[in-house]
């Protein structure tokens, strides 16, 4: 995997593990950068990626999977991978419940270590991706009017030409217009594509379920 421009954050109090861990991840190409406790890490956020946080289970103060609870409200959009000493069934079955991508017992092989960070360096671009594509079409949805909003929901709701223009007492050419605009707004060249882009991030599902 490239590991450039990634970034692993470790938070153990063991100063052994952070710093085996910062040579081994640089060694791999990889940014390291380590915290002693959970504390320390809800102060330096938000951090960015793409990354992904190494986190031990068992620290003074605030534990590893209260941590992990904390994240999202701290601003901490990163995949987790837990590396713990004294692991039990349930906390690792609790952190995975929660979202963990891996649940891994020390001492663990460089080979293990490198697949789960790898797997959750991979979901943080993924979802990344994702939350990308999603505020494009957020932002293209935004630049429709207020016409073109109760044009588009009707035609998310199936309703013809002929009925969005009775029900908002315009003709039907002005109904054409705006459906026009609004295809070419959301960039879409079908009412299939239409449909399609406004479901994937929920724009209509409320006025459908009507």
Known sequence: MDWSGSTVYVVDDDDAVRRSMTRLLRAAGCTAETFASAEELLARAPLSGPGCILLDVQMPGMNGLDLFERMSEAGIALPVVFLSARGTIPMSVRAMKQGA????????????????????????????????????????????????????????QGRLNKQIAYELNISEKTVKAHRGRVMEKMEVSTIAQLVHLCDSVGIGVQENAE
Do not use: C, M
């Open 101 to 156: 991508v891996d649940f891994l017992v020390k001492p663990v092989t460089e080979d293990v270590l490198f697949q789960a960070l790898e797997r959750a360096i991979t979901r943080f671009r993924s979802e990344a991706s994702s939350r990308h594509a999603r505020d494009s079409i957020l932002a293209r949805f935004e630049r429709l009017s207020v016409r073109e909003r109760e044009v588009l929901e009707r035609v998310l």
